[in-house]
T-cell receptor, first 112, second 114 residues
Framework: TQLLEQSPQFLSIQEGENLTVYCNSSSVFSSLQWYRQEPGEGPVLLVTVVTGGEVKKLKRLTFQFGDARKDSSLHITAAQTGDTGLYLCAGARMDSSYKLIFGSGTRLLVRP | NAGVTQTPKFQVLKTGQSMTLQCAQDMNHNSMYWYRQDPGMGLRLIYYSASEGTTDKGEVPNGYNVSRLNKREFSLRLESAAPSQTSVYFC?????????????FGSGTRLTVV
């Protein structure tokens, strides 16, 4: 049973387009993190959101934590080929906050 | 460069063989973790060590053992490898017992069991 569901699983878009990736759960998390992973490498942390309703921006990437702290979204504006990779959301559960539960990931391909 | 170092990067084992995956971090982090990554299943927690001297089972611990040798090092042992353990293994560390701190991952060990 996957506690964190990510959608879509795969996304292929043209450079310059916008996109949104979703991360949903029926569980409440104390915080939620987004990572990007490139082939042959480990995931790299992009952002951590902690407060319900929180919005964080990282250049062209906008992250939002749901009001109820059960879901999150990642929006990329004007995607670039360098954004290609596997995007993973990960939640810290309320009962064991230092253990992260990972979603299955969204594989993004940005075509030139 | 500061970070998490995993060895080896690649390994092929025959069914029944044993091996130890090594992990070391130089960021003075308290907590360390072992995950496996399989296609379509994301990262699943095998074992973790909240602090030096403690280890606990994660989501998929069967067939594995771990040792937190000191604050820097956390090893993962496969006593009798099985084809189902073919996967990419990642070690990670984090600052504190808090979900507000991100993980730093190593670059992974790609293990094939034949």
């Amino acid at each position: 049973t996957q506690l964190l569901e990510q959608s879509p699983q795969f996304l292929s878009i043209q450079e310059g387009e916008n996109l949104t990736v979703y991360c949903n759960s029926s569980s409440v998390f104390s915080s939620l993190q987004w990572y990007r992973q490139e082939p042959g490498e480990g995931p790299v942390l992009l952002v951590t959101v902690v407060t319900g309703g929180e919005v964080k921006k990282l250049k062209r990437l906008t992250f939002q934590f749901g009001d109820a702290r059960k879901d999150s979204s990642l929006h990329i504006t004007a995607a670039q080929t360098g954004d290609t990779g596997l995007y993973l959301c990960a939640g810290a559960r309320m009962d064991s906050s230092y253990k992260l539960i990972f979603g299955s990931g969204t594989r993004l391909l940005v075509r030139p | 460069n500061a970070g998490v170092t995993q060895t080896p990067k690649f390994q092929v084992l025959k069914t029944g063989q044993s091996m130890t995956l090594q992990c070391a971090q130089d960021m003075n982090h308290n907590s360390m973790y072992w995950y496996r990554q399989d296609p379509g299943m994301g990262l699943r927690l095998i074992y973790y060590s909240a602090s030096e001297g403690t280890t606990d089972k994660g989501e998929v611990p069967n067939g594995y053992n771990v040792s937190r040798l000191n604050k820097r090092e956390f090893s993962l042992r496969l006593e009798s490898a099985a084809p189902s353990q073919t996967s990419v293994y990642f070690c990670a560390s984090s600052e504190q017992r808090s979900g507000g701190y991100g993980y730093t991952f190593g670059s992974g060990t790609r293990l094939t069991v034949v």
